[in-house]
């Protein structure tokens, strides 16, 4: 019995060990992710310390070089005064003094009002690539900061009296690290500040050039795309006028259809006063005839009649002159590019202008185009005076009897009359050489009234002959293009449907109605 007890009371005291290890491994690994947590904190911590080598760099000494500067002159001057300050500035006032007209171009354009005064460009080194002209003068002005900061920092507070140096303000120095202020946007090319290549000869030989799509399949495929994404706003139309009898909320709506596809408000009005007086002239009995009746006042309104040919064909032995104008960011380059495949498809020879020269991606960019087509780009360095490039374009299609000659032009906006100089002086400097046959203004059309704001300054600035309505892929709000057409009196002549190399159609109102209505 005793044994019985004992053995009962050691397989009790065995289960009591067993269960108080047990609950306490149960509360560690429950308190284990906890402990986890820390382990991520320290992780994130990790990823400051990213910042760190900045912060032991001594760029943010660099921040305020000017003191450093001061401290010790005399030092300073015996190692590398000159560096120091210069290093960070040097960039921009190279680049000034080397290119003053990519920082004011309508300032320099007077005197380069001459074709004559255009051909500078050509002179220029030929051999820099634009991306060594980086703007990141700020990169090489670090190293130059790393030998002299440490001394630098051991000075600065031991030199007060320095204080006399101090010739140039922080303040001075806002655009050391090369990127552009605020409020400097819309002097700025969207995508980089770099300068001081040049470029002159033609990339004669095309290496690859693409196949090209026929053109009348083409544009098939295109109302296809068009049509899917109009077709909300012709169903909404449509259900209401087929409706029956309109009362005043019906009409109400009808109009607000109209305004929220953009047609503005002035077309919207003249829209659905043609529309009541016919339906109550005739009246409408079945959705078809609503269809119809809707249909008839919309391509009435888009001025059918209006010439839409592009005018981009060769005529008294020369070849026909475009011009692409336009905002940044609205499609111009890629316009310009599609243009040229259009041409190149129907059997023309084209020479492409890279007269974009506020942007050095975009001579790139058109030059490419030009090389998948077989088309030769005339370029130059950027921030070049843009009318030399154009008529350095002209002059050479001139020279080798090319068809067409298409040039892409800067897209600033920055000040209405910088525009209307730059323009203007394009365009005259052109016609020294050829006759301007078409001026394209390429317009968002995701952009919807901002586009006619546009609109009406391009048409103050320079004649535009034709409009060319691109992203009408990527909007629901076309109706942009009764707007445009109504106020300046200018066609719709091509509408952009995509990013693709053959997303460009010709403008056809009855087409462009159809597709709307679904
Ligand atoms: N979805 C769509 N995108 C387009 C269309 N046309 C142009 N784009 C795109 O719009 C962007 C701007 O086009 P760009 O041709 O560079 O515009 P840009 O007017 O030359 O611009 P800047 O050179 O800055 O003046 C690019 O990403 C194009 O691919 C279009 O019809 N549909």
Redesign the pocket.
Known sequence: MIWIVVVVAALLAVALVTGVVLSRKRRISLAEPEEDKPAVKGYQAGSGVTFAPRTTEPKPADTKPAEPVEREPAERKAAEPAEREPADREPVEAERAAEPTAAEPTAAEPTAAEPTAAEPTAAEPAAVEPTAAEPTGASPARPVDEAPTPPLDTATPTTPSDTAPVEHPVADRTEVDGQPGVGDDASVP?DSVKRGFVDVDLPVEASEIEEIEPTAGRLERLRGKLSRSRSAFGQGLLGLLGAGDLDEDSWTDVEDTLLLADLGAAVTDQVVTNLRERIASRGVRTSDDARALLREVLIEALHPELDRNVHALPHSGKPAVVLVV?V????????TGKLARVLVADGRTVLLGAA?TF?AA?AD?LETWGSRVGAATVRGAEGADPASVAFEAVKQGVAKGVDTVLVDT??RLHTKTGLMDELGKVKRVVEKQAEVDEVLL?LDATTGQNGLTQARVFADVVDVTGIVL??L??TAKGGIVFQVQRELGVPVKLV????GAD?LAPFEPAAFVDALLG
């Open positions: 969207r336009g940044n960011g609205v499609g111009k380059t890629t316009t974009d942007r975009a960019q800067a897209g390429v691109t992203k892929d990527g952009g449907l995509g990013e997303h």
